[in-house]
């Protein structure tokens, strides 16, 4: 009987030697971390930083491009509206200016002419100018008929060539169903006339050939042709019932085709003649011309049809060259003749002033003349007043009062019509701009909700906004290219100042009970999103497609169910 000691001894033993056998039955075996796929909300969030501006900035732009004379305020300074800012250079507007003021005077000296009428020699100017005019009207109307002459001359030769092209490709067809029908007349006298006599009723050979293959290839296109002789007579036939030229185009494949067959039993039967073993000399002689004739006659026969389908587009082609010199021709007769009809009726226009001005001196100066040069004058003024203002622009002033932001541009710096010269700040609401990257400014939206954060502020304390613009046009610092976004707070804080630094987490889109699976689960290789799930223990990859993402979860879209277990992470 064991004692007490052993029996403890045995126990202990046995369960090393069981703990060994575990660890080592189970070495090297890969365990798995398992999540299940979830409903819930998915929040997919840009993290970017900007900074806090006066909401209202104001611009401002001189009208016209020039160099800066004279810059009246710096950074900071209170401004009114109207003061002082830029000066452009205006030495060219100032020049226009004083043209203009010229042209003013002109036009008021030409009204005081008038109001002391014609002098004799005025009278012989405006008469000359009358004597002008009707010749130049002369001419015009001289160019206007050569024109329509022309017009009529490549009306008709349109017409003729037309007719001509008709005619030419009506012919070209004909001759096509000629030759169709004498091809079909060429191979059924091939192989019957020519050809017939070289075979019995059965279609074998009626001599002995010592060549088995040639008299194969005679005897086994001696069917074949027969049946393309009964097919050609059916397709030239139906040529020649419906003459267009379609039809004759469309037979020429088909009918060259049966050609070849009957073409190709003719060499053949010449071949078989080559071996013949029991013809006399003169019958022999008698095959062999015949086979020659034949081989000739549909060679002939095949050639005439190549040429006609040559032809028929080499005249089509002639035909839309000649057509298209033609219209060529009518539409720049056309232009022609419009152009002397307008130069006719501008004739005409130019006479009838000059008659009229002509009238107006012998019969003295018409109230209605010196009203309209009144209103010349009138309008060189208003022109001349156009032209001061925009001198007179060309200083830039405050459009309100506020303070200086910026000035960015320098003393005997040329600028730009659409150049910003001097920034303005208001007090009122703030705004926060931001650059986002190319990479996610596509997920970024107007009215996207903002959870805002400042530095200045160290009690986390929060602030909510929403994005009100983002810039078209993109900015490059060092090489990224990022887009100008802009953020309003949605309540007014009077602790703001312009220059804080805010850190942003744009809302850019949130899905509520969206079907999500943890996003350490989820590979993503050439763009094909997968996962992997345990199938009996044994991980399986599972093809996903994702909508929404955050550093959480991820929006399945499909590929996964609700409950499934997929795979976060592995260990020994």
Known sequence: MLSKKKIVTLAVVGVIIATIAYFSINRGKVTYTTEAVSRGAVVEKVSVTGSIAAMTKINLQPEA??????????????????????????????SAVAAQQAAVDSAAARLNQLLAGATAEELHVSQTAVDTAQAQLDAALGT?????????????????????AAAALQSKIDSFVIDYDQAAYVAGDAFNRLLGSFFN???????????????????????????????LRDKVTAVKANVTESAVEAAYVGVMAELRIVNDHANAGAAALNYSANLTSSTLATYQLNANTAQTNM???????????????????????????????????????????????????????????????????????????????????????????????????ASIDAVVAQVPVELGETVTASQVVAVLNTQGKFEIVANVSEIDIAKVKVD??????????QG??????????????????????????????????????????????IESGRVENALRASIRAVKDKAGQKSVQILVDGKPQDRQIKTGLENTDYVEVLSGLAEGELVITGTGK
């Open 448 to 457: 996207d909700k903002v959870d805002i954060t400042l530095d200045a502020f």
């Open 460 to 505: 986390g304390e929060r602030w909510q906004g929403h994005v009100v613009s983002i810039q078209p046009a993109e900015k490059v610092v060092e090489g990224v290219v990022f887009y100008e976004t802009k953020i309003v707070f949605d309540q007014e804080d009077e602790r703001l100042r312009p220059g804080m630094t805010a850190n942003l987490e």
């Open 201 to 231: 009723s059965s279609d074998y050979l009626s001599f002995a050939c010592t060549n088995s293959q040639f008299q194969t290839d005679a005897e086994s296109t001696r069917v074949a042709a027969r049946a393309a002789v009964a097919r």
């Open 299 to 397: 060679n002939t026969a095949m050639q005439e049809l190549t040429t006609d389908q040559t032809g028929l587009d080499l005249q089509r082609k002639t035909n839309a060259t000649d057509l298209t010199n033609a219209e060529i021709a009518v539409s720049n007769a056309r232009a022609a003749l419009a152009n002397a009809t307008n130069a006719v009726e501008t004739a005409k226009r130019a006479l009838a002033q000059a008659q009229a001005n002509l009238d107006l001196k012998k019969a003295g100066v018409r109230p209605e003349e010196i009203a309209a040069q009144q209103a010349t004058v009138n309008a060189q003024k208003a022109t001349l007043e156009s032209l001061q203002t925009a001198l007179a622009k060309r200083t830039v002033t």
């Open 144 to 164: 206007k008929s050569d024109a329509a002459t022309s017009l009529e001359n490549a009306l008709a030769n349109q017409v003729n060539v037309m007719a001509r």
């Open 65 to 94: 491009g020039g160099k800066v004379v004279k810059i009246f305020v710096k950074e900071g300074d209170e401004v009114r509206a109207g003061d002082k800012l830029i000066q452009i250079d205006a030495r060219e507007a100032a």
